[in-house]
């Protein structure tokens, strides 16, 4: 039967050539859309690493160091005076449960990103410059080890902590605690603590962030102190209560401009900027698909039209309406799985070319199944109708035809 | 000409459904193309109150590039100041910051607002409209006078109903005065867009020497026909431009660009792009027009086999114009211009649902205050992605219509 059909389709290859594009093309935009949402719902579920809730940011307008040039690790910020003066005012607060620093905060959309060389390969990371208080605003979990303290002031290197993304993709199965990380400047980084993966872009960031949080003390030069602080308020903490505060952190810093924003604020304007472009492609992908049905639906309609005489010939023949009905329906399908075989051949060389780095296999696997399915099911719920048509064609009628 | 345009017309008619179908796919896909070109026109077009823009070129980007490290900023004022603000044979010239997110507090409210600083010539190149008082003059700046303008959307929020002038409000530890109150603008007026607006030496940082820092520079030709000659200018200038610590930097690049092309760089501004650079705007122009044309293929394909199912039902009125002596070329035009009628009817359809799509758009506040819409600009550029996409769709098949023998096609059909 499929033979039969096969023959019948390549007898008819220049129609079902261009037929066989069209599904083709529309299969990779409706991939593609499907993986990007897929994306989304999976980011969704997963933990954050973080709680945003009741963390308000204040960014001061301190001058950088030196612009752009590498900052010495063993010099002083002037600026450290003010900051901790700042951040000190802050946390006298009765509202203000703990506040830390933190140079890149989660939804600032800054980032701090770098590669680093380990046994020859190379693994791309998010840092972060935090002082000790940052695991209790933000309630970073901690998997092993420890998380910074007062006491690392007098250790001989620098401590760093990781999340387990990077700590795996980094030291594999070996315990991380106690390795060296990177050196710069004769200072060595050691890892003392691995956290919860810290998905500081949020929710629908892809995965795979590798956050290394790098210590920041205010006790010693160290280069540039961050200039974000941020704080966690007594939940329903009124508005009022930020005019009092950037008063008085005004009185205590009257010549650096600063501001307070509100992270729930920041996470709604990130996840909006990268909602917008799902929804659109969304709604792109979904007028193609319209077209492509209805035309689809179209060019159906007319070859049951023009082959009139063939099907009146299998009804003469004895063919019941129902069979007519699956010849139609069965050589749509067979032409849509020629088109979506190449389709799946295209997109298996993805994890080939590294897309895992950006989308997670479950988002991937899931894109491609809900992909051939709707393909599958668009195409034939298109020959439902022209199927019909042809199953009502009267032998009688159909040999009269010419 | 009018017979095949008449011909065409009752050809659209005779099979209802098939015509349905091919309106439907070309408005979709050309509602999508004029929703995206009356976008691009609002973000660079000249509209109130960047009326101006046709004449106008912008300064955003400074790059100091070295072995190691490459720094790449707005420029900072003094940047501005020695470079720009007076170059030779320009109208007008101004130096504005980036815009800033801030808030005011009032009765226990939080005001969330975006501030600006400019200076007085700020207000000669944008036209902003006044509801009340005016903008803040150059004696103004000169002596940093705690002054501010604002929109009526923050007006209502900081003071309720009525006028406004003369009241203050204070932000950021310092108290201001309001002086001027604008309409609103939206945020696609990258220049003109803000809610707040006060005089550059407010600023509380050292603003004045920076060579880097948080500025935009914008130049006011007297007509487009300058823009060369001060582009070659600013570039000389820039050549000039001592580096201050040739150990870490080798060289500075920086160029004075229409908003369009200042779009493109920033574009094409990242790791890895820096040779890009100098055709950021030829080469982001042809990646809209590369993706335009992907995004037109898969309709365009759909037209394409439609048009040739159809294509034996015209077979033999095909025989008959061949048997008495048609040239190909008259056929494949007859069709090709078909085609065009078809999709023209597409396209006026189209811009009746990219109305709706823009006013939906408009109305959903997903972009702050966007007031897109279409003009006649967008209205001829719709028209010409029409009849490039009738005629990208309905080659094929007339090319092939036209191949059909004369024998073949009278006796009804080819496979």
Redesign the interface.
């Known amino acids: 039967m499929i033979r039969h059909l096969l023959k019948l389709v390549w007898h008819r290859k220049r129609a079902n050539a261009l037929v066989m594009v069209e599904i083709f093309i529309s299969f990779l935009v409706v991939f593609a859309v499907v993986t990007l949402a897929a994306m989304a719902i999976t980011g969704w579920n997963r933990p954050l690493g973080f709680d945003w809730h009741e963390v308000w940011l204040i960014s001061l307008d301190t001058p950088p160091l030196s612009p752009g040039a590498p900052v010495s690790l063993s010099s002083d910020d002037p600026a450290r005076e003010t900051i901790a003066r700042v951040l000190r005012e802050a946390k006298s607060f009765p509202q203000v449960v703990d506040a830390a620093l933190s140079d890149t905060p989660a939804y600032s959309n800054s980032e701090s990103v770098g590669n680093w060389n380990r046994n020859g390969h190379t693994v791309s990371l998010t840092r972060d410059n935090v002082s000790d208080d940052f695991a209790k605003v933000m309630r970073v979990k901690l998997v092993r080890g420890r998380w910074f303290q007062r006491s690392d002031d007098a250790l001989g290197y620098s401590p760093v902590v990781v999340d387990r993304d990077l700590a795996r993709e980094f030291f594999g199965e070996a315990d991380p605690i106690g390795q060296k990380f990177d050196e710069y400047e004769n200072v060595t980084f050691r890892v003392v603590g691995i956290v919860e993966p810290y998905r500081k872009s949020g929710e629908l960031a892809p995965p795979g962030v590798n956050m290394a949080f790098l210590r920041k003390s205010l006790e010693k030069p160290n280069g540039a102190i961050p200039s974000n602080i941020v704080l966690r308020v007594q939940p329903g903490t009124p508005a009022a209560f930020e005019e009092e505060l950037t008063r008085r952190l005004h009185e205590v810093a009257p010549d650096v401009p600063m501001r307070v924003k509100r992270m729930d604020r920041m996470r709604e304007l990130g996840l909006r900027v990268r909602l917008i472009p799902i929804v659109v492609a969304g709604i792109v992908a979904l007028f193609l698909i319209t077209m492509v049905a209805l035309g689809l639906t179209g060019v159906l309609w007319q070859t049951v039209t023009r082959r009139t005489r063939e099907i009146g010939l299998r009804r003469a023949l004895g063919a019941s309406g129902a069979a007519v009905r699956a010849q139609v329906l069965l050589e749509v399908a067979l032409v849509a799985t020629l088109a979506l075989i190449a389709g799946v051949v295209i997109v298996a060389q993805l994890p080939i070319l590294g897309i895992f780095r950006i989308v997670t296999p479950a988002a991937f696997a899931m894109g491609l199944a809900c992909s051939l399915a709707m393909i599958y099911g668009l195409t034939v719920l298109c020959g439902v109708y022209p199927g019909w048509l042809a199953s009502r064609v009267q032998p009688a009628q159909a040999l009269h035809y010419e | 000409m009018r017979s095949y345009l008449m011909l065409a017309l009752k050809v659209l008619q005779r099979r209802k ?2 015509t349905f ?1 091919s309106l ?2 070309i408005s ?2 050309l ?2 193309l004029v929703v995206a070109t009356a976008m691009l026109d609002d973000l660079f077009g000249p509209h109130a109150p960047q009326s101006r823009f046709d004449r106008v070129l912008m300064v955003s980007r400074v790059a ?1 590039y070295g072995p190691e ?3 790449t ?1 707005n420029p900072g004022y003094g940047f501005l100041h020695d470079y720009v603000l007076n170059l030779p044979g320009i109208e007008r010239a101004t130096a504005f910051t980036d815009l ?4 005011i ?1 009032r009765g ?3 005001i ?1 607002t975006r501030i600006r600083r400019t200076d007085a010539d700020y207000w000669k190149i944008l036209d902003h409209r006044f509801v009340e008082g005016g903008p803040f003059t150059a004696a103004d700046v000169q002596r940093g006078a705690h002054i501010a303008v604002i929109t009526d959307e923050l007006r209502t929020k900081l003071f309720g109903p009525g006028p406004a002038a003369g009241r203050s409000f204070d932000l ?2 310092d108290r201001y005065r309001v002086v001027g109150v604008v309409e609103a603008v939206p945020i696609t007026r990258i220049a003109a867009y803000s809610q707040l607006w006060t005089p550059v030496t407010t ?4 603003w004045q020497r920076k060579f ?1 820092g948080e500025f935009n520079g914008l130049v006011l030709a007297r007509g487009r026909g300058d823009f060369a000659a001060i582009k070659s200018e600013f570039a000389r200038r820039v050549d000039a431009i001592p580096i201050d ?1 040739p150990k ?1 930097y080798k060289e500075i690049r920086a160029s004075i660009d229409t908003p369009f092309e200042t779009f493109a760089r920033e574009l094409m501004t990242g790791p890895g792009m820096r040779k890009f650079n100098q055709h950021a705007p030829l080469v982001v122009e042809l990646i809209i027009g590369i993706v335009a044309l992907l ?1 037109m ?3 365009a ?6 048009n ?3 294509m ?1 039902e015209r077979a033999p009125e095909i025989g008959v114009r061949k048997a008495f002596g048609a040239p190909r070329t008259a056929l494949v035009s007859q069709f090709v211009l078909e085609n065009v009628v078809l999709t023209l009817i597409g396209g006026f359809c189209s811009f009746v649902l990219a109305t709706a799509a823009l006013a939906a758009i408009n109305g959903s506040g ?1 972009i702050d205050g966007a007031r897109f819409a279409l003009n006649w600009r967008v209205f001829i550029w719709g028209l010409g992605i029409a009849v490039f996409f009738g005629v990208l769709s309905g080659f094929y098949p007339a090319w092939r219509m036209s191949r059909l023998h004369p024998v073949e096609a009278l006796r ?2 080819a ?1």
């Open positions: 459904f098939f179908i439907v796919g979709l896909t509602v999508v100091k490290v490459s720094t900023m800033v997110t801030s808030a507090y226990g409210d939080r969330e950021e530890g600023l509380r940082t050292d880097l610590d870490t995004y293929t898969l309709p394909l759909n037209l394409v086999t439609l040739l199912s159809r034996l997903l009804g059909g496979k």
